[in-house]
Structure formats: C-alpha cells, structure tokens
C-alpha cells in the first residue's frame, strides 16, 4: 500500500492513510485538521513545499517530489510524492 494524505485548502490534513499512519507514527486522529506543513514537513523544506502544494491547488500538479516527512519521534522519513488535485 501507499501512503495516501491529502489537506483542504487552508492546508490542513483531511486524508490520512493506515500507510501514511506507520510511515509517521501519527495516528488518522492525530493528523487530522493539523496544518501538513507546519506540522510534519521539517523546517528547511516548508517554503518549497508550500509552492508544490499551492501549484496543485491551482491545478498543476507536480510528479516525484521528494518530501522530508517528521515522524511522531522526531524521525525523518523521506517520500517520493505526487502532488495533485482531488478531482
């Protein structure tokens, strides 16, 4: 299976996946209405990220995006991801 997560526009987590929850350690429940950038993505890749999430917002989606996930210990976890528009 795939980690599946996905926010609604303000940004925040409206799809949490049972991957994305072993992936990370954060439960569906813990993730929930949580803003994805601030909160999971590590500090030094927010700004790019948001761009990626903001383009796919608009419709333009991008293909194998490497992102730096923050797991619930503090971990880093490192996804190659696709970010695109619910449709």
């Given at each position: 299976n795939a980690p599946?997560?996905?926010?609604?526009?303000?940004?925040?987590?409206?799809?949490?996946?049972?991957?994305?929850?072993?992936?990370?350690?954060?439960?569906?429940?813990?993730?929930?209405?949580?803003?994805?950038?601030?909160?999971?993505?590590?500090?030094?890749?927010?700004?790019?990220?948001?761009?990626?999430l903001d383009n796919a917002l608009r419709g333009k989606g991008t293909s194998n995006y490497e992102l730096e996930f923050r797991t619930k210990t503090n971990e880093v976890r490192y996804l190659l991801v696709n970010a695109t528009t619910r449709r």
């Open positions: 599946i997560f996905g926010i609604d526009v303000d940004g925040n987590v409206n799809e949490w996946n049972d991957k994305t929850a072993e992936i990370t350690g954060f439960t569906k429940e813990e993730a929930f209405d949580k803003p994805l950038i601030s909160t999971f993505i590590v500090p030094s890749l927010r700004r790019s990220v948001q761009e990626v």
